[in-house]
């Protein structure tokens, strides 16, 4: 059963390893098809925000690409996980509240129970994107390996997914991109 909010025409899973350009990607769509007819919606928001309720810690600083996030990355994954072993559409059923907009974009999808809800809720409406980025290039914008993190589920869960409906490679060369980018753009207008 799907939950509370508008029923979307579209709803795309963006998945990725750390530093592949899923946000860029994502806010780059949104801005093209404008806020109205397009939601980015981030599953590590709600996340954040119990975490830091929790742990009386500052939830817009755990929000950006500071320090301050990566100080606490590993404990909010231990905890998220706790969380989704609980209950695995908790966060999922959290970003969706109220959101009317047509167009969905979920930019952080981690895990294959994150998928696994979307459809359940959402059926043929919903569709995976994978963006990739050579790791120099994700190097190139800051990435660096951090055991814990990069190795555990959050950033690994969905490497053996196989059969993305759609794959948008990121690694630097910004007229593919575009390329992708457009292709991806002319199939959501087909779907509103």
């Known amino acids: 059963m799907a939950p ?9 899973l963006f998945s990725g390893k750390r530093k592949s350009g899923k946000d860029f990607v994502t806010e780059a769509l949104q801005s093209r098809l404008g806020a109205d007819v397009c939601a980015v919606l981030r599953l590590s928001g709600p996340l954040k925000e119990q975490y830091a309720q929790e742990h009386g810690l500052n939830f817009q600083r755990l929000l950006d690409a500071s320090t301050y996030k990566e100080a606490f990355r590993k404990d909010m994954i231990r905890w998220g996980e706790e969380k989704r072993q609980a209950d695995p559409g908790f966060f999922c059923r959290k970003i969706v509240e109220g959101i009317s907009q047509p167009i969905w974009l979920v930019s952080d999808t981690r895990r294959v129970s994150d998928i696994q ?7 043929a409406m919903t569709q995976t994107v994978r ?7 994700r190097q190139q914008r800051g990435w ?5 993190v990069d190795d555990a589920e959050s950033e690994c869960g ?4 196989g059969g993305f409906d759609w794959v948008i490679e990121n690694h630097g060369d910004e007229q593919r991109l575009e390329e992708q980018l457009e292709n991806l753009i002319e199939f959501i207008r087909s779907r509103l």
């Open 117 to 123: 809800w979307f459809r359940e809720a959402y059926g």
């Open 131 to 137: 963006v990739v980025a050579l790791e120099h290039s």
């Open 158 to 161: 969905l490497d053996n997914f």
């Open 4 to 12: 509370l909010g508008g029923a979307p025409r579209l709803v795309l």
């Open 144 to 148: 660096v390996f951090t055991p814990g």
